[in-house]
């Protein structure tokens, strides 16, 4: 199982990024996946949850409204759209395969101006 994700950087309030989550060595499309993030100094949290097919979809209620997770079976990738930004959402920002406990390296993104 390998995750690796993409997209992070810098960017200034109110901006967007979209994270991407490449998935290889397993059958992506039969499992949920999830997007977690951990600022510096704090514990890890959960930011956004997708089912296996996509139909179903959580975000955690500190961003709801400004981020969206999303995923395309056929090119095996989970994404973060994340619109909106503040400081306070600067982050390493991991991607998961719940079942089994996978994690992808994190991609940073910081907000600032």
């Known amino acids: 199982v390998q995750l690796v994700e993409s997209g992070g950087g810098l960017v200034q309030p109110g901006g967007s990024l979209r994270l991407s989550c490449a998935a290889s060595?397993?059958?992506?499309?039969?499992?949920?996946m999830r997007w977690y993030r951990q600022a510096p100094g704090k514990e890890r949290e959960l930011v956004a949850a997708i089912s296996r097919g996509g139909r179903d979809t959580n975000v955690a209620r500190a961003v709801p409204g400004r981020f969206a997770i999303s995923r395309d079976n056929v090119k095996n990738t989970v994404y973060l759209q994340m619109n909106s930004l503040k400081p306070e959402d600067t982050a390493v920002y991991y991607c998961?395969?719940?079942?089994?406990?996978?994690w992808g390296q994190g991609t940073q993104v910081t907000v600032s101006s």
């Open positions: 998961q395969r719940p079942t089994g406990g996978f």
């Open positions: 060595g397993f059958t992506f499309s039969n499992y949920d």
